[in-house]
């Protein structure tokens, strides 16, 4: 399934249903461009999870509103609730592991 | 990546991270060695050394310069950056330095000793929440607040003007300042306690000239601070390699070159396998 950008305007209605991965990133920030691949193949191969980011850069509110602190950030919501959340970088493993 | 497509990615450009690197490319390998300043090292500090064969009496900057001219007449080429993650991704291995990614099929570490890498109180506890290592990373987060940066690395001021430069409000702290310092928040940090005088800030940037080995890779065995390695100087992780005074003493030039010139042999091996 394809990665879907979230700005401030979709992010609620995007996060309401099912389970679903955010990655909060930055083009200037190293670890980032890292995490990114490793979120498109969890996207590739996880039909059932939508997979989206955030840049944190262009969406300061939305940053601001989950107290991003330090990215990459991953988040995990289940039927719009927040379910897990890890600071820095996670393999593949782990996001399966953050999702479940 | 743009940091470029490696076999070997050595980090640290002392006599083992050269040494592995020389190998390396004698064994037809595109190697890349990714390193602070060499010059700001313990070793080029050091008045004259009388134990490595062959050059009586240089002094450790005369003979880490005759070193890096060596690498440098093999076309061998050095990338100056501070390293902040590594991770195994597909096979191979992604690391980024500053802002750039780097991929490799195997990497080596040699980034040197680690004694001064002691994490913090509350260090550990506020990774993530408020502490951070990497200023390029997440500066912008903390534009227009007040952050506290300890300076105890030898980039550590560069980074402190870049968080100054994008609007942070930054109280630096240097190495004596840093030493019975403490990071203590709620469930961000909100201070930092120095000198017995508590610092009301929203971040802190401990940066160093390295991050520890077993967190810049988690799962990365270690024993007594040292990376734990085996004969092929292998690690616990597979196609990473570990030479020189980050596996252990005695800190020697002579030990970390022979650790090299083994490592990279073995990356080389490892590297064979996989190509089968």
Redesign the interface.
Known sequence: MSVIDLTAENFDQTIAGGTVLVDFW?A???????QS??VD?FARDHADVTVCKVN??EQPTL?ARF?????P?LMVFKDGQLHKKT???S?GDEIEEMCR | ??GGNWDILILGAGPAGISAALTAHARGRRALVLSGDPMATPLAKAPAIHNYPGLPGMSGRELLSAMLAGLERQGVRRVTGRV??V????GSF?V??????FQAGSLILAAGAQQSLKPLPGEAEY????V?Y?A???G???RGRTVAVLCLGAQAEEDADLLQSIGCSVLRFGRAQAKDAQIIGTD?VTGLVCGGQEHAVD?VFVLRDAVAADVLLPGLAMEGGHIAVDGDMGTSVPGVFAAGDCTGRPYQIARAVGQGNIAALAADRYLKEREK
């Open positions: 930055a200037w920030c190293g670890p980032c461009k890292m691949p490793v193949a944190v850069d940053a107290g991003i602190m330090s990215i950030t600071v820095g970088l393999g | 990546m743009d902040t993650a991770m195994p991704f597909d992604m980024s330095a500053e802002q750039d990614v990774l993530g929440r408020g951070s990497c390029t990373c997440d912008m987060l903390y961000r971040g």
